[in-house]
Structure formats: C-alpha cells, structure tokens
C-alpha cells in the first residue's frame, strides 16, 4: 500500500529564508503526487501536482517540488518565504486507477518576522 | 470558492444526537470523497463514492454512513455521537475515481459535539 511521509510536523523559518518541506513516498509504481496548503480555518487547496513528464514542478505562490525517483522524495521549496505562507501543507500521493489519494500527516509552516 | 459546497459551516449538537453533512462536488464530478481532520488523527479518509456506488472505505466508523444521489451530491450521516467526534469533516471531489488530477476540497464543516 502507498504511503507519504512528512518530516517535521512544525518548520520555522526567518522571512526571505528557504522554504524546505520533505516528502518521501513509499511505492513500488512512481506514483503521481501532490502538495496541498491548508490555511486556518480553511480548507485544502491543491499547490502543485506530478504526473509525468518534467521532474521539476511548478506551482502558485512561487512554491516548487522536485520529484526524485531514486530517493524516492517529492520535497516542497520556496526561495523566499513570506508570512502569507503560514500554513499547513499536505503531501499526497495517488497510484493511478482506483487507488485513493494518500496524505502525509502535514508540515506546519510558522514565518518568523 | 473552490467549486465544492459543504454545508453547514458550523454545527453543534449534544452527545447522542444525529447529524447530516451535505456536499455537492465541483461541476463534473462524478466522485465524492469524505475525510475527517481532527487535531490528535491529522487528516482521515473515511469513504469515497464514484457515479452513486461506494468505491472505497477508510476509518469510517459504523456509526457513520454516507451515500451519493443521482444529482451526485453526498451526504455523511453521523450517529449517536461522541465528544471525540468533534473535528473538521472536508468533502473533496474528482473527475474520475481516484483521478490523478488531484482533488478539489470544499471548506469543511466544524462539528463540535458538546
């Protein structure tokens, strides 16, 4: 069965410093995989997604991840944080067909001034 | 607006009681998907349906129940409920089943349960 792991249930960061998330999936098909940003009181809302293809992806709000199939990671950056980026985010991770989409248990992201 | 409509936005009941979570999925979705977010269990996939057939069950317990109309709207019935049955219950939505385009989430109903 697929699963996600999150390192780091809370990461702080300065403003303006790198955004690191980890992510690591455990699967024995590359699955396609996801980041969503759960702000307060909200709910999930879908950042970026891999499918196929470019290794590097793309997302809103200046967030990247690159998927690495040798180490088996899909880890979240961000050059320059800001404090809009105070969340929580979620790693996810789909198998294709009928599998469900597996979540991590999430990173909360706390902007320091 | 995310294209997903949960309601209500808030519900407090009493122990015991029995509740009704309503969602309609973004246009053109034909699968529903429910999780509970609770502060202890993080994010929890309860029940998935696809085109009004169950298509997968997580941790639901069987005091919980959904079903999918014709118009593919859902709605989760919670019963006989508990204090820890207090949490955020999202409803999220797909193309298809277990679409690989990822999944649209609603905003979540808060049940507090006192």
């Known amino acids: 069965a697929q699963s996600v792991t999150q390192l780091g249930s809370h990461v702080s960061v300065s403003e303006g410093a790198l955004v690191l998330l980890r992510c690591n999936y455990s699967?024995?098909?590359?699955?396609?995989l996801f980041w969503y940003v759960q702000y307060p009181n909200q709910g999930l809302q879908l950042l970026l997604k891999?499918?196929?293809?470019?290794?590097l992806v793309k997302g809103i709000n200046g967030f990247e991840a690159e998927f690495k199939k040798s180490e088996t990671s899909f880890h979240l950056t961000k050059p320059s944080a800001h404090m809009s980026d105070a969340a929580e985010y979620f790693c996810?991770?789909?198998?294709?067909?009928?599998?469900?989409?597996?979540f991590g248990t999430g990173t909360k992201l706390q902007v320091i001034p | 607006d995310s294209g997903v409509t949960q309601t209500p936005k808030h519900l407090i009941t009493a122990t015991g009681q029995r509740v009704t979570l309503r969602c309609s999925p973004r246009s053109g979705d034909l699968s529903v998907y429910w999780y509970q977010q609770s502060l202890d269990q993080g994010l929890q996939f309860l029940i998935q349906?696809?085109?009004?057939?169950?298509?997968a069950k997580g941790n639901i317990l069987e005091r919980f129940s959904a079903q999918q109309f014709p118009d593919l709207h859902s709605e989760l019935n919670l019963s006989s409920l508990e204090l820890g049955d207090s949490a955020l219950y999202f409803c999220?939505?797909?193309?298809?089943?277990?679409?690989?385009?990822?999944?649209?989430f609603g905003s979540g109903t808060r049940l507090t349960v006192v």
């Open positions: 891999y499918t196929t293809g470019a290794t």
């Open positions: 996810a991770a789909h198998s294709g067909g009928y599998q469900k989409v597996t």
């Open positions: 699967s024995s098909v590359p699955p396609y």
């Open positions: 349906y696809y085109n009004g057939e169950e298509r």
């Open positions: 999220a939505s797909s193309v298809a089943s277990g679409s690989n385009y990822g999944y649209t």
